[in-house]
C-alpha cells in the first residue's frame, strides 16, 4: 500500500530556470531550504524544497519529490540534549552570513542554546559562531544577537558576485531583501543615483558592480554601517562610482540633480518621502520602500508617494510595486517605484 507524503516534506518554490540559482540563494539565505530533498529540474521550471511557504513565492506541493538518503535535521541531531517537553520548540529556520550563522532561539532554549550552535555548526562546516538573533531595532535598525558558539562575528558574505563584508553582531543584512537587491542591480546604468539609506552598501554595491551608474551618493548615517559600507566600496573597486557620505539624508541630500533615488528605510520612510522626491530630476525615479499593514498592500504605500509628490506640486506616475517580504504578522514590506514628473 502506498502511503501519502505528508505535506510539509512536500512543499517546493518553484522558479523559472533562469531565476533558478538566486531563487536558491534566498531560500537558503532565509534557512527554509529543506536539505533532505533535492533541487527538481523540470522542462519549464526548477522545484526548490522549502520547509514551510516564502511570501512573494510561488509553491507547489511535490508529487514525487526526491529525498537524499541521509537527511540534515536538527531534530535528530538534538536528541537527548534537549528535554522531551521542548522538542517542539527547537528552532526551524536559521540564515547564513557568511561563516557566521544566525538563529532565533526560544526563550525557554537558553539554557540549550549551546547544543543547538554547535549541531548548527556539525552542519556546515565552512561555518564558524552562531549568533542567537532577538531582533533587529532602533533608528539605525541595529541587530541584538549574542554569540552562542564561536567568536568571530566579522565575515565576507558573497552573493550575485557580490562581496559584503560586515559584523552580524553589528549591522543588519536581511536575507529577505535578497531578490530585491538582484532586482536593484539591474538598474541605474550611466545615471546619478542617490541611496538615501545606505547602511553597508545594500543597494549601492550590487547596482555599482552590475549596472555601472555614472555616480552613486550613498548616504549613512550610523558610523558603524558607515565603516562597512566605505570597505565594500574599496572591496568591491567601485570607489569611482560609490561616493559614501557619512550623515543624516535630512540634511545631505542633494536636490534636483538624481536620475534614480533608493530610498531602503522601513517603518519611518515616508518622514524622509519629500526630502527624496525632491533629489530627483524631472522625469527620476523613486524607489521607495515602506512597512505597510498585508492588507492595504499596496495602496497605503502608493498614497504615500502620490501625497507627497502632490504636496512638492509634482506628480508621481506610477511603475511597478513589489512585495519583498512578510514583515511581521500581518505587515509587509513593500517597495513601490514611481516616476516623478515635472512640477504642474
Ligand atoms: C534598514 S537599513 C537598510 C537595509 C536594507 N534596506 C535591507 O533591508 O537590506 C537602513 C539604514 O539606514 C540608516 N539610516 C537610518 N536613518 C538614516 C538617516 N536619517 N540618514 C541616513 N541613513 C539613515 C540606518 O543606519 C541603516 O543602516
Redesign the pocket.
Known amino acids: 500500500m502506498s502511503r501519502a507524503t505528508p505535506e510539509k516534506i512536500r512543499l517546493a518554490v518553484i522558479a523559472k530556470k533562469k531565476d533558478a540559482d538566486a531563487a536558491l540563494k534566498m531560500v537558503v539565505s532565509l534557512g527554509v531550504f529543506d536539505k533532505s530533498r533535492k533541487v527538481i529540474k523540470r522542462q519549464s521550471h526548477v522545484e526548490i524544497p522549502v520547509i514551510r511557504s516564502v511570501s512573494g513565492c510561488e509553491l507547489i506541493l511535490q508529487e514525487d519529490p526526491l529525498f537524499y538518503k541521509k537527511k540534515l535535521d536538527l531534530f535528530h541531531a538534538l536528541q537527548g540534549k534537549i528535554p522531551e517537553e521542548c522538542i517542539h520548540l527547537i528552532p526551524r529556520g536559521w540564515f547564513l552570513l557568511g561563516e557566521v550563522i544566525v538563529v532565533k532561539i526560544h526563550p525557554d532554549l537558553t539554557a540549550y542554546e549551546h547544543h543547538i550552535g554547535q549541531a548548527l555548526l556539525d552542519f556546515y562546516p565552512r561555518c564558524c559562531t552562531v549568533l542567537a538573533d532577538e531582533g533587529i531595532f532602533g ?4 541587530p541584538v544577537r549574542r554569540v552562542i558558539v564561536g567568536n568571530k562575528t566579522q565575515t565576507v558574505h558573497k552573493e550575485n558576485k557580490v562581496i559584503f563584508n560586515l559584523d552580524a553582531s553589528l ?4 536575507p529577505g ?1 535578497l531578490m530585491e ?1 538582484i532586482r536593484m542591480s539591474r538598474f541605474g546604468k550611466g545615471e546619478y543615483v542617490v541611496d ?5 552598501g ?2 549601492t554595491i550590487p547596482m555599482a558592480v552590475h549596472s555601472r551608474p555614472r555616480k552613486i551618493v550613498a ?4 558610523p558603524n ?1 558607515y565603516h562597512y559600507l566605505c570597505q565594500n566600496i574599496r572591496q568591491n573597486h567601485v570607489e569611482e562610482i560609490v561616493e559614501p557620505v557619512l ?4 540634511k545631505v541630500t542633494p536636490e534636483g540633480v538624481a536620475d534614480r533615488v533608493v530610498m ?3 517603518q ?1 520612510t515616508d518622514q ?1 518621502l519629500q526630502k527624496g522626491i525632491s533629489a530627483l530630476r524631472p522625469g527620476g525615479i523613486l524607489h521607495y ?1 515602506q512597512t505597510i499593514a498585508a492588507s492595504k498592500y499596496p495602496a497605503a504605500a502608493i498614497r504615500d508617494v502620490t501625497e507627497a509628490a502632490a504636496a512638492l506640486g509634482r506628480r508621481a506616475e506610477i511603475l511597478n510595486y513589489v512585495l519583498v517580504k512578510k514583515f511581521s504578522p500581518g505587515v509587509v514590506h513593500a517597495v513601490i517605484d514611481a516616476r516623478i514628473d515635472r512640477d504642474f
Open positions: 533608528p539605525f535598525r541595529e549591522v543588519m543584512f536581511s531583501n537587491r538615501m539609506f545606505a547602511g553597508i545594500y543597494f548616504i549613512e548615517l550610523n554601517a550623515g543624516d539624508c535630512a531602503g528605510m522601513v519611518v524622509y520602500h
